[in-house]
């Protein structure tokens, strides 16, 4: 390969020089051995990746046996070993020869790239209800850069945000499994409920039927799944909640639907406050 900037070898002699460059971007540190068949399938991958990312992360390859000090340092002990060197400190690592699109999950969740501007000036679009400009903007982005699970997880966002829910689940697909983390959990929760949704009474309907009779717990289990679509989360945890307290025979189902609201809203003073007042209902 020909000499490229952003790929060193690196040894003893210049390895402090790599840590210093880990605190102006980001070092992918590529343990390797050439009696090792997995290293060869992975070096040309992150090699590929380096010259595509184009100095927003460097590869420092270090041969285990010609460097076994610094195979020692790092308590490297088989090969391929990857670790990301961020400010002079690990951050993250995975071992063995891995796919592109794994190599690829694993670098965008370290690396700042333009898709990230995007993809947060989108959240902002889609929480004024804008939804069709963040989804134009979504697309041309990933149209820019293919495969990028930050903006496959928020085009999906925006397509359920849009009622699009064959859409987000199709995006979500594509994910690859080291990409699918909490956000990817959060919004699966929501397909969920919007799947729910598609196959009971209109929102309006329940309304009516749990203000004429608030025991009709059917109703105000349904009427919560619409609410949670809709975005009104308080709401729909007000009703899961009377459940919990009115019905035993919706115990469970309520409980468990409120859990998987907990998880859809992440850590906010509004879970912390549900958090408690389930738990007073349940004891």
């Keep these: 390969m020909a000499s490229s900037p952003h790929i060193q070898d690196v040894t003893m002699d210049n390895f402090t020089a790599v840590l210093e460059t880990s605190r102006r971007v980001p ?38 046996d010609e460097q076994p000090e ?21 951050v993250d690592e995975f071992l063995g020869a891995q796919p592109e699109s794994t190599v690829r999950a694993f670098l965008d969740r370290h ?7 995007i993809a947060a000036e989108a959240e902002a679009l889609l929480a004024a209800g804008q939804v069709a400009e963040a989804s134009q903007r ?16 928020a085009l999906a966002d925006a397509a359920l945000h ?15 499994v080291a990409a699918r983390d909490d956000t990817v959990a959060r919004i699966e929760a929501r397909l969920e409920f919007a799947d729910r949704a598609a196959d009971i009474p209109p929102l309006e309907a329940l309304l009516a ?10 109703a105000r289990h349904q009427l919560a799944t619409h609410q949670l679509v809709a975005g009104q989360n308080e709401a729909a945890l007000d009703n899961l909640l009377e459940l919990l307290k009115r019905d035993r025979n919706y115990r469970d189902a309520a409980r468990a639907d409120m859990l998987k609201v907990f998880q859809l809203l992440g850590d906010q003073e509004l879970v912390s406050r549900y958090r408690g007042l389930m738990f007073n209902a349940l004891h």
């Design 27 to 64: 070092v992918l540190v590529d343990f390797w051995a050439a009696w090792c068949g997995p290293c060869r399938m992975l070096l040309p991958i992150v090699s590929r990746l380096a010259e595509e990312y184009a100095g927003q992360f460097v590869l420092a390859k270090v041969n285990i």
């Design 70 to 90: 610094l195979a020692t340092r790092f308590g490297v002990r088989s090969v391929p070993t990857v670790k990301l060197v961020k400010n002079g400190e690990v």
């Design 111 to 117: 690396i700042e790239r333009e898709s990230d501007r």
């Design 138 to 153: 979504l697309e041309a982005a990933l149209a820019a850069e293919p495969g990028s699970s930050r903006l496959l997880v």
């Design 162 to 176: 849009a009622g699009d829910s064959a859409r987000a689940r199709v995006l979500l697909e594509q994910l690859p």
């Design 209 to 218: 039927r749990v203000q004429a009779n608030a025991d009709d717990s059917e």
